[in-house]
């Protein structure tokens, strides 16, 4: 059983950051893509960023691309999502997930994510 916890939301002004942190339990550690999606107040769950099991490989969904970075950190079992230059539209509560098999296979999908935490909700102000 994977689990992931996150951590790191709140409330912040636009043009602020914010650095979300996933920490996952041991054994996900070991062959796990790892994504960030969002779901904003009312509307459907959405992609942000993924990153693949040896960090060599990230995608991004348009509306963050220049302002949000994914990255891993093995070691410490933990996936980042460092995001800058916030709009009020990021308003949202943020998920990490957790998925193995080829990475590249429909990587922005939510079903192909087996693993979820609980999300952590990020507020901009405007």
């Known amino acids: 059983q994977v689990q992931l916890v996150e951590s790191g939301g709140g409330l912040v002004q636009a043009g602020g950051s914010l650095r979300l942190s996933c920490l996952a339990s041991?054994?996900?550690?070991?062959?796990?893509?790892m994504g960030w999606f969002r779901q904003p107040p009312g509307k459907e769950r959405e992609f942000v960023a993924a990153i693949s099991w040896t960090g060599s490989s990230t995608t991004y969904a348009d509306s963050v691309k220049g302002r949000f970075t994914i990255s891993r950190d093995n070691a410490k079992n933990t996936a980042y999502l460092q995001m800058n230059s916030l709009k009020p539209e990021d308003t949202a509560v943020y998920y990490c997930a957790a998925r193995s098999g080829y990475y590249n296979r429909n990587v922005n999908s939510p079903s192909e994510y087996a693993y979820w935490g609980q999300g952590t909700q990020v507020t901009v102000s405007s």
């Open positions: 041991l054994r996900t550690a070991s062959g796990y893509h």
